[in-house]
């Protein structure tokens, strides 16, 4: 383990390697985690189904790409019928949650992430699967750092869906209910918004979005049926850190979450990258809530 | 229910309990499993249904006890009984120690926050078990071998588990008739309240944290060593199996109330049972679909169900 560490502060380079390579697959976590602040800020539930939403987008890559289509057009076509998905979940089981107790969303949708991630797991088999999206890559200092382009322009496909996201919420007319909805439904219902297609809308675009992260994560890492959780963990953290409705707030904090876990995997061993994952979740919600008492302590 | 029918339940189970495995022998691990679950539901209760607070990270305690068993048995070279005996004081010592641990750094954290921030403590558990080398990283580890005739095994940890869930059962019976049970429902019903009346909140929910884990260490010792083998996902940390039944039987039997943990492991065991062999690989989207189930169209519970219909009856 300190070897690891001893050969990131002797070579620069392989440090400059692994901090750019984890900060491109972190927009793959910030395009995950727009979609989760989105359904958290409006429907008021964190959706722990989120990561299986996005395993699903990429098998959907995966299987496009088996039968000839160009591993880039799978992107599209991952977060459009990510979108039909999210609509059928919404209308089957979020809805019937969406106004009762919040522990009550957290478990229904736990199960349902179990219920999708067991379903993959028969379907598309236990193997680890990727695409080669034959892009190449760029190298420079002497080919110390290596960069596959897939990861950059997941990487700025990620940052021009946050803009457009964020554009969307202020400009188009749905996006408009939406924020209504987000603000206070109530009024926005007697105002003559449908919340309930709100509703279905925004859960919708989550799915796309996060369709749209499982395709790039196909294309620049892997896929797996248990790789779900990870995401949904790392999505939360995100929202946690950067705050509901703050779409440049995710972006920081989504790349320097992939970063961040990219240097602990190098170091602790990629074998406990993902338990370095949830216990940096659990450590950033106990350091949330001793700020919390601190300035609940200063207010007394 | 009436005072009289509380005792004949009791009385059924307690014979359930003795005779079953005598009367029934080659149901004897299905009974110890039942067993199992019972203490899975209770314990899960004390947080989830009196203290308001849901929690996924249960299991942990349980996997605490599974490990210190099997490394106390394979380190120490005692004795059979012995090297169990001193594991599941260990364990139970260790996981108390945890929860108390965890517990002034966890329960602060209130809501939806304190579910997830669980369900990341199991997972990241399961994960540095599966890493680490001195537990047999992700390969587990097998435990010794009992030492008595063919058949009197199955029958010696249908017995001790039966013993755990009872005297598991008793004692949140006997705590949610003192003052500190009405403090576990004064801090689920307004937490700021319950501050603001002068109880002491932060220490009262850690030591019914320790009551859970105390109860789960022993029976985590007992159970891996009769299932002889633990997985540190699939067994000693299983957040997607062990850790959401015992969140599945409470509600299902209604929670925050006495039998109806109790009642939700039965019905959950005896359907699984029943069930789980028929449905050939297909028993884990089963387990999912019944989370969503259950959780959406019947929150309430059994016990909710039937004081529902029962006030509706008195009504009418």
């Known amino acids: 383990m300190l070897d690891n560490l001893s050969l990131l502060v002797e070579f620069p380079a392989i440090t400059l390697d692994v901090v750019l390579n984890g900060l491109l697959i972190g927009a793959i976590f910030a395009l995950a985690a727009y979609g989760m602040a989105l359904v958290w800020g409006v429907l008021n539930i964190v959706n722990v189904v989120q990561g299986e939403l996005v395993v699903l987008g990429g098998y959907i890559t995966f299987v496009a790409v088996q039968y000839g289509l160009h591993p880039l057009l799978g992107l599209p076509l991952s977060a459009a019928i990510m979108y039909g998905v999210g609509w059928l979940i919404y209308r089957g089981v979020i809805f019937r949650v969406v106004d009762r107790d919040i522990f009550i969303s957290i478990l229904a949708t736990f199960g349902l992430s179990i219920l999708i991630q067991q379903l993959a797991n028969l379907v598309f088999g236990a193997e680890v699967r990727s695409v080669d999206a034959a892009l190449g890559s760029v190298h420079f200092l002497d080919g110390m750092v290596t960069l596959a382009n897939v990861k950059l322009l997941a990487f700025l496909l990620a940052i021009g869906a946050g803009a457009a996201l964020w554009l969307f919420l202020r400009k188009a007319r749905l996006g408009q209910a939406i924020r209504a909805t987000a603000q206070n439904p109530r009024a926005a219902r007697i105002l003559g918004i449908d919340t309930d297609r709100v509703f279905a809308a925004t859960y919708g675009l989550n799915a796309a979005l996060c369709g749209a992260a499982g395709s790039l994560a196909v294309m620049a890492w892997t896929i797996h049926p248990y790789m779900g959780l990870p995401y949904t963990i790392r999505s939360f953290m995100v929202v946690v850190v950067a705050g509901v409705g703050n779409v440049g707030g995710v972006v920081a904090a989504g790349l320097g979450l992939g970063a961040l876990e990219n240097v602990a995997g190098f170091v602790l061993g990629v074998e406990f990258q993902i338990a370095f994952v949830f216990a940096l979740m659990v450590l950033i919600l106990v350091w949330r809530n001793l700020r919390a008492a601190r300035q609940r302590s200063h207010l007394e | ?316």
């Open chain 2, 1 to 316: 229910m009436s005072r009289l029918s509380d005792w004949h339940i009791a009385a059924l189970l307690a014979l359930t309990g003795i005779a079953g495995p005598l009367l029934l022998p080659a149901l004897v691990t299905q009974f110890a499993f039942l067993w199992l679950m019972i203490v899975f539901a209770v314990t899960w209760d004390i947080l989830g249904g009196r203290m308001g607070y849901n929690s996924f990270g249960n299991i942990v305690f349980f996997g605490i006890g599974c490990y210190a068993a099997a490394v106390i048995q394979r380190d120490m070279g005692l004795p059979y009984f012995e090297g169990l005996a001193l594991g599941l004081v260990v364990g139970t010592g260790l996981a108390v120690l945890a929860a108390a641990l965890l517990g002034s750094a966890l329960l602060g954290i209130r809501g939806h926050y304190f579910a997830i921030a669980t369900l990341g403590l199991t997972v990241a558990s399961g994960e540095i078990a599966a890493g680490w080398n001195y537990v047999g990283a992700g390969s587990g580890m097998a435990l010794p071998l009992y030492p008595g005739a063919l058949g009197e095994r199955e029958l010696f940890f249908s017995y001790s588990l039966f013993a755990v869930a009872a005297c598991c059962f008793l004692l949140c019976r006997w705590l949610y008739s003192t003052r500190f049970g009405l403090a576990l429902n004064a801090i689920r019903d307004d937490h700021d309240k319950a501050d603001a009346m002068g109880l002491r909140t932060t220490p009262i929910k850690i030591f019914a944290w320790c009551i859970a884990a105390f109860f789960l260490a022993l029976s985590g010792g007992l159970a891996a060593n009769m299932i002889g083998f633990i997985d540190p996902r699939d067994v000693a940390f299983a957040g997607a199996t062990f850790g959401v039944w015992m969140v599945l039987m409470a509600i299902l039997g209604g929670k925050g109330t006495l039998w109806g943990p109790v009642l939700g492991a039965v019905v959950f065991h005896i359907t699984q049972e029943i069930f789980w062999t028929w449905l050939l690989g297909w028993q884990r989207v089963a387990l999912g679909a019944l989370i969503v189930i259950i959780v959406v169209f019947f929150p309430q519970g059994i016990m909710g169900w039937w004081a529902e219909r029962r006030a509706r009856r008195e009504a009418a």
